[in-house]
């Protein structure tokens, strides 16, 4: 089944520890991404890559690092956790970034 | 800014009426698609209109596309409670390696 597939789901987590949420996508994607959804904010674009070795800050990448070592992963790392960044998060891929987006099902993080 | 901005920002109909959602953006694009968003889930792509058409149907949904305007409508005709949900619409710019999601519009579809 062709999916993007985000881990872990749920996360309680303390100001500072380093934590990484994974991503991985099994349809061969060139194009992913990552947004966080705030209420009233809608969804903002943190990091997005346009293939292997290739990534570039979207909107909101302060506090955020990702990596594109292989095509189908796509790790968001946070180093220095904030309570700011307490949010739910969405990884999505696309064929091309002129195409559609499949998203991943969701992390909600919380900092406390 | 090219984000897209839906309009209503919530609305409620009954079963079987037509619901229709705005969106407007600032600056000229290469599409535009429209996403739903069941409660706290992922987003499900559910049109995609390039610059160069004015109109996509699929299924009950239609998508209309005015680019004199920087205006686009999402059409659900003989709702469901199924439809239920928060729609997006988001923008790709000519130039652009970004897809830029608007606030959303939250539909009750009441039995």
Redesign the interface.
Known sequence: EAQ?TQNPRYLITVTGKKLTVTCSQNMNHEYM?W?RQDP??????IY?S?NVEVT?K??VPEGYKVSRKEKRNFPLILESPSPNQTS?Y?C?SSPT??????????T?LTVV | SQ?GEEDPQALSIQEGENATMNCSYKTSI??L?W?RQNS??????LI?IRSNEREKHSGRLRVTLDTSKKSSSLLITASRAADTASY?C?T?GGGS????????TKLTVNP
Do not use: I, P, W
């Not at chain 2, 390696?97 to 959303?104: I, M, P, R, S």
């Open positions: 993007v991404s947004y009233g904010l809608g969804l903002r674009q997005y346009m570039d979207g909107d739910l969405f999505a970034r002129r195409t559609e987006a499949f998203f991943g099902q969701g909600r | 984000q290469n599409n698609q996403y706290g889930r992922g987003l499900v792509h995609l997006f988001a790709l390696e970004k897809l830029v999601f608007g606030k959303g």
